[in-house]
Nanobody
Framework: QVQLVESGGGLVQAGGSLRLSCAAS????????MGWFRQAPGKEREFVAA????????YYGDSVKGRFTMSRDNAKNTVYLQMNSLKFEDTAVYYC?????????????????WGQGTQVTVSS
């Protein structure tokens, strides 16, 4: 099991930026693809972004393409989500998780427990 702690959320005006971080435990962190997900009140959890174990490839949900950038630092066991041009509809609790492959990650077949996440609130 991979332990994950998300941070960096907050309140921001529309058009602003935030940078989320996700710290993972375990020496096998660099073996996993990592992903960001979000869940707004009353809605299903939604895929936001993913990155391969090497960091060489990234994938984004349609609603965030061109605005969000995911990166990772395997030396620090941490992944990041840079969020620019934030919109009201980006308001949600953001979670990170891990899986052996991008496909498994996007299916929700993940290795970590779903923690408390970090709240992002965008004011319009």
């Amino acid at each position: 099991q991979v332990q994950l702690v998300e941070s960096g959320g907050g309140l921001v005006q529309a058009g602003g930026s935030l940078r989320l971080s996700c710290a993972a435990s375990g020496r096998t962190f660099s073996n996993y693809a990592m992903g960001w997900f979000r869940q707004a009140p009353g809605k299903e959890r939604e895929f936001v972004a993913a990155i391969t174990w090497s960091g060489g490839s990234t994938y984004y949900g349609d609603s965030v393409k061109g605005r969000f950038t995911m990166s990772r630092d395997n030396a620090k066991n941490t992944v990041y989500l840079q969020m620019n041009s934030l919109k009201f509809e980006d308001t949600a609790v953001y979670y990170c998780n891990a899986a052996p492959t991008i496909i498994l990650l996007r299916r929700g077949n993940v290795k970590g427990s779903w923690g408390q996440g970090t709240q992002v609130t965008v004011s319009s």
